[in-house]
């Protein structure tokens, strides 16, 4: 795929709405719509910046336990359970928002980073979103969030707890189901 151009179409508060239009292998035409947080997005820019925001997946000191949340999404109208993540400000590294959108969403300290992975996207399918995954050790006691406007309600839960929450089906999203499955099966 050639990308031939890209026309703002929306500029909202914190996405701007895109159509990007593409030329595949044959001459055909493609139209796509995707969001960006770039307000300002040109073919140069596409895709040449840096991550947008930062998640967190948190366990315990003694790695027994993992801190999700369960937060009232509105672009899906229902609670959903997911890891603590938010974006990157503007001036800060990814690991001090790790550790600032953590305290502001749970009340809970980063202890130890265990390790930080490139890099990803969030949604590629409707975004050119890219975050950087913290892996930290935390403690602390659990509050509700600083920001009035955000629902979360933040837990510990062992591996019994999260095998319960995936045989029920609980609603997750994809990064946070990826990696529960992956640590209670893990030998």
Request: charged share 30%.
């Amino acid at each position: 795929m050639k990308l031939l151009e890209i026309e703002k179409k929306y500029e909202g508060k914190f996405l701007t709405y895109y159509i990007a239009k593409y030329e595949n292998a044959v001459g055909g035409i493609k139209l796509y719509e995707f969001v960006s947080r770039d307000k300002n997005l040109t073919i140069e820019t596409f895709c040449h910046h840096e991550p947008q925001g930062v998640g967190m997946v948190c366990v315990s000191v003694d790695r027994t336990k993992i801190l999700i949340q369960e937060e009232f999404r509105m672009a899906t109208n229902e609670w959903v359970y997911n890891f603590p993540a938010g974006l990157i400000d503007e001036g800060e590294d990814a690991f001090t928002a790790c550790k600032r959108e953590l305290k502001e969403e749970t009340g809970v300290d980063v202890v130890e980073l265990i390790a930080m992975l490139p890099p990803s996207y969030a949604s590629q399918g409707t975004s050119d979103e890219e975050m950087v995954i913290c892996y930290v050790t935390c403690e602390g006691e659990i509050r509700p969030s600083d920001n009035p406007m955000e629902e979360i309600r933040a837990n510990w839960f062992t591996k019994d707890e999260v095998k319960k929450l995936l045989e029920d089906k609980a609603l997750m999203s994809v990064r946070t189901q990826m990696f529960c499955y992956q640590w209670i099966n893990e030998k």
